[in-house]
């Protein structure tokens, strides 16, 4: 799959979670594709698809940073991102290890998904709306989110009315923001 395709299903996966964990949650989407690369540049040969995309691995980091330890989720955003990396590669002919003993690859739907090609796009489209859903139509699992008002400074959506009203800017700048939602 091609990364925006990648980055679309991360962030979807992310706002079920939580939504502050979107951005890191999209760095993780990312994550098996570049490891690659740092793992080259430190001297170890890496075929795409291997050891950077075995689902094992991103199921046990999930369930690292859920269960033992995380600092305000962002190991657990990464994961999330890496495992949705390796979902959406799973669809592809390709496909990718189960585990890292095993040589069978693990498929979705028979991988019948080619990179680049339209199905890539509705496939992403179809999780992302899936996850929208899923976010709405649940919002008691949101009840412990931080919103605006608990977290403070949020860097991807400013409450423009909400700065206008309480004096931190001025008429002009709520005027030229106001229709700005990230």
């Avoid at 989407?29 to 430190?42: G, N, Q």
């Avoid at 977290?151 to 206008?164: H, L, M, N, T």
Wanted: glycine share 10%.
């Amino acid at each position: 799959m091609k990364w925006q395709n990648h980055m679309i299903i991360g962030a979807a996966f992310g706002a079920v979670i939580n939504p502050l964990i979107i951005p890191v949650a999209v760095l993780g989407s990312t994550a098996p594709d570049w490891l690659e690369y740092v793992l080259k540049i430190c001297g170890y040969r890496v075929k795409h698809r291997t050891v950077t995309h075995v689902l094992l691995y991103w199921l046990a980091a999930i369930a690292f940073f859920a269960l033992v330890i995380d600092y305000r989720h962002i190991g657990l955003g990464f994961a999330i991102g890496g495992f949705s990396h390796v979902i959406a590669d799973s669809f592809t002919i390709a496909g990718v290890p189960f585990s890292p003993t095993s040589d069978a690859r693990f498929h979705l739907f028979g991988g019948k998904l080619r990179t680049g090609n339209a199905g890539e796009y509705v496939v992403a489209g179809i999780i992302a709306l899936m996850c929208a859903g899923w976010v709405h139509l649940s919002p008691a699992s949101f009840k412990n989110a931080p919103t605006l008002e608990t977290s403070g400074f949020i860097p991807f959506f400013y409450d423009w009315k909400k700065e206008y009203d309480s004096g931190i800017v001025d008429g002009a700048e709520w005027r030229e923001n106001r229709l700005k939602f990230i």
